[in-house]
């Protein structure tokens, strides 16, 4: 950072203090993270072994969770770094509702480090996507949170990031409704057309989303990409919920 950027931020943060996204702590101007060093030492990674199909953590390697048992997913795989809980979870929410994105880099950051630890995420990967918002939403939070990871993902390794879905229904917030209520609520709500569709036929697809819990948005978003003939979708989160 040079000496005027750096007079110009210690100024905006006199007007208006940098602040950590989980504790509320002051921040240094000089801190690009948006959150305390305590806070990001707090962020618990999922731990392995993983479901071979949803991405939850479980007791045993070889083994799919009850749920993926008996319903199979449209993607092959999902995998998420973090678990969405205590300080991760405060600074999801800054992040999508309070407009904190200064916290994109430290998230992307804990993405690519989880997949530099599981390269088989984009192995063969030549397209990354991610979960769009309703024109209407997008509108009123200014931007898409999952665009903003999938951009830094992209950027990272060198791979083509492409806005291949649209949302043709204005949903409910899926963390609002019961498992069976999401599933509905999000059923056809997702389609890939046009220049969405000709970018991940014959390809395989990373797609990327803030969180995940029981998959019915990927699942969705999924179904959308294999109907416009991707190869194969993996599906990458930041965390994961309980
Ligand atoms: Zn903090
Ligand atoms: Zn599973």
Known sequence: MNAITTAVKSLANLIYPLRCASCGKSLAVTDEVGACGFCVSRIRPNPKPYCRSCGRSLDDAHHLCPGCRTSPFYFSRAYSACLYEGALKEMIHAFKYKNNR????????????????????????SVVT?????????????????????AGIARAFGIPVHGCLQKTSHTKNQSEL???ERLVNVSGAFTASGSGAHAVKGRYVLLVDDVMSTGETLNECSRALIEAEAVEVRCLTLARGL
């Not at 769009?132 to 009123?140: I, K």
């Open 102 to 125: 200064i916290l994109a880099s430290l998230f992307t950051s804990l993405m690519t480090d989880f997949i530099n630890d599981n390269h088989e995420i984009i192995d063969t990967i």
């Open 130 to 150: 991610y979960v769009p918002l309703h024109a209407r939403r997008r509108q009123e939070r200014g931007f898409n949170q999952s665009e903003a990871l999938a």
């Open 178 to 180: 019961s498992r069976d």
